[in-house]
């Protein structure tokens, strides 16, 4: 089996944004909003951090 392409966890962390507005920075708090709704583990952990990564980022341009 090969690698999880990226292209899937971005194009699911912003389709999951559009859809919810409840996540935040933290990577723990997105990983259990996520729960067992996701396929495995590994997938559900690098979406919950392209979460965390996409909300810091979000918060950083608003404060310029």
Known sequence: MGRIKPTLVKRTSKNLLKLENKFDGTFDHNKK???NSMPSKKIRNKIAGY???LKLVEEKEKDK
């Open 33 to 35: 909003l996520l729960g």
């Open 51 to 53: 979460l965390a990564r």
